[in-house]
């Protein structure tokens, strides 16, 4: 395939066009497509969580940990109380065997979920 024309179909369209590509590329479990998709999306529009969320799920479920875990430091630097980028940044680190930095957000993520040891 051409690589304009390929380029050219992952960035057609309104950014919510774009969303909904991007979520079927997900849903059919296609995740290099649906970052390919993300990454302009993300480039376009920063401030929004949640398209820099299923990138970062995207890069995490096709094992490209480094990028995933890049962009769920963004997320949690600008919202230190998001519980989900917490508990996929705490799994993108034990799946890089970075298992103390690893528990820091997860126990994080259990604390903001409300799921407290009980004693």
Do not use: C, N
């Not at 479920?61 to 508990?87: F, G, K, M, N, T």
């Not at 528990?103 to 259990?110: G, K, N, P, T, V």
């Amino acid at each position: 395939m051409d690589t304009q024309r390929t380029i050219t179909y992952f960035d057609h369209g309104s950014p919510a066009e774009r969303w909904e590509r991007a979520q079927l590329f997900f849903d059919a479990k296609d995740y290099a497509g649906a970052a390919r998709v993300l990454a302009g999306l993300v480039e376009e529009v920063p401030e929004q969580t949640g398209p820099r969320l299923l990138l970062a799920r995207a890069y995490y479920h096709s094992a490209q940990l480094q990028r995933a875990e890049a962009e769920l430091r963004i997320v949690v630097e600008r919202d230190p109380v998001e519980h989900y980028a917490r508990l996929m940044l705490g799994r993108t680190l034990q799946r890089q065997a970075r298992h103390d930095e690893a528990e820091q957000h997860l126990r994080i993520a259990s604390a903001l979920a409300g799921d407290f040891p009980r004693e």
